[in-house]
């Protein structure tokens, strides 16, 4: 186990009123508690001023909504900022200690298990690699993972968890020969409801949604988000998948599973048409590994500590870049999104060598009639699944942009 920071990305508030707007009826009190956190959450600190002219909300309704979450103690207050004429402006943050979630990344070669705060930040974690993933095994790690990190805490501390949150890839029993299962192995999760089977198992509200969903929803929240309200978002995993943004909320479409990128079809090397997934995805670089003679099993150790593993990484970036470049092209071509945004669970400098690649690749390809979007690296970093799962309970219990992050949170809460 071991303790990290997670991203600490600042927006800077644009000028514009919340769009929901606000009310100042007692009967909508909750809600317009959620709205004032949620507005903190966006821009990092705001004071009362701000928040009133942004919410739609009176001064004397926010004053009252205000000292009710100081004393909750999940707002916290900054230095005071003096003006020239008039009181000094006070802005008020998140509190960091006064909530935390767990968060479940089930992955095809590893599973992580973390404890998340208020704003984002990853406090304890814990991460197993396996061959592949068996039910059993999964429920196992989550259940004697969530007691040895509870473990940890202070009774008080154990009372602010909001609930357990896990990113998993759906239908996980497909490409079970791609990450070497046996023939039949992987079919017991065709009739496994993990969510249900886990909530039995744990004292807290349960949430699921998919892996890559949730690193683009951890991207949007924690990440660039306040700067690109539209873009394409890649995370490279061992498959590929994504996400759509669109007016800075995840769009899923009407089976949820737009944005999901893998099978995109590409150009391969030798000019066959090939999916996304069969080239930009790290269990392509694992067969190349092993077919050098390699052991592949660094890859699975931590995504932060990967070695240069030499000619065999280099080409895969290389491929990895022309795939992505090809599949930016394409989507750019139906949606005029303002970035392409590039991650996976690999550490930094892996992720900068293939979004400097996939640039360059890019502009070797025919743009014409195509508005190219900004290709930049996500901010969140490899454990953006983890985050965007332990995101889950948190926006579902106190804030009211829930379905910005994830539209199947109304269903779990009243389930």
């Not at 909750?30 to 009176?58: P, Q």
């Not at 951890?218 to 943004?245: H, K």
């Not at 092993?290 to 070695?307: K, T």
């Amino acid at each position: 186990m071991s303790s990290m920071d997670g991203p600490d990305y600042m927006p800077v508030p644009p000028p514009i009123l919340n769009p929901s707007g606000g009310a100042n009826q007692i009967r909508v009190r909750a809600y317009n508690e959620r709205l004032v956190l949620s507005l903190v959450r966006l821009y990092g600190a705001l004071s009362k001023a701000d928040i009133a002219r942004r919410s739609g909300l009176s001064a004397q309704t926010v004053s009252v909504i205000m000292r009710v979450l100081e004393k909750e103690g999940l707002l916290s207050r900054g230095e005071p900022i003096r003006g020239r004429v008039g009181q000094p402006s006070i802005p008020m943050r998140l509190n960091p200690d006064a909530v935390y979630s767990f968060g479940v990344k089930i992955g095809r070669r590893s599973a992580d298990l973390v404890l998340m705060d208020f704003v984002g930040r990853i406090r304890l974690q814990l991460h197993r690699i396996y061959a592949y993933p068996l039910p059993d095994e999964i429920l196992s790690f989550v259940t004697h993972g969530i007691r040895e990190l509870e473990g940890k805490l202070s009774e008080r501390e154990r009372s602010r968890i909001a609930g357990l949150g896990i990113a998993a890839p759906f239908e996980l029993w497909n490409w079970a020969d791609e990450v070497g299962a046996p023939e039949g192995t992987m079919e017991v999760w065709r009739d496994f409801d993990l969510q249900s089977e886990i909530a039995t198992q744990v004292s807290y509200q349960v949430f699921l949604q998919n892996d890559a969903t949730s690193a683009c929803g951890a991207e949007l929240v924690f990440g660039i988000g306040p700067s690109y309200p539209d873009f394409v978002y890649f995370f490279i995993g061992s498959f590929i998948g994504g996400g759509i943004v669109l007016n800075s909320a995840i769009f899923s479409g009407k089976t949820g599973t737009a944005g999901a990128i893998g099978p995109l079809p590409v150009r391969g090397k030798n000019g066959e048409t090939m999916q996304l997934l069969e080239i930009a995805s790290i269990f392509v670089l694992e067969n190349m590994l092993r077919e050098r003679g390699i052991d592949p099993q660094p890859l699975w150790y931590s995504a932060d500590d990967w070695i240069d593993f030499g000619e065999p990484m280099e080409a895969w970036i290389q491929d990895t870049a022309k795939a992505l470049a090809q599949a930016i092209v394409a989507a750019a071509s139906i949606i005029d999104f303002s970035a392409a945004v590039i991650d996976g669970g690999f550490p930094d400098w892996v992720r900068r060598r293939i979004v400097q690649a996939t640039i360059y690749e890019a502009e070797k390809l025919d743009l014409q009639g195509v508005v190219m979007p900004d290709i930049v690296e996500g901010v969140v970093g490899a454990h953006a699944r983890a985050i965007g799962g332990a995101s889950l309970p948190i926006f579902a219990r106190y804030l009211t942009d829930q379905n910005v992050l994830f539209k199947e949170i109304d269903n779990a809460e009243r389930a």
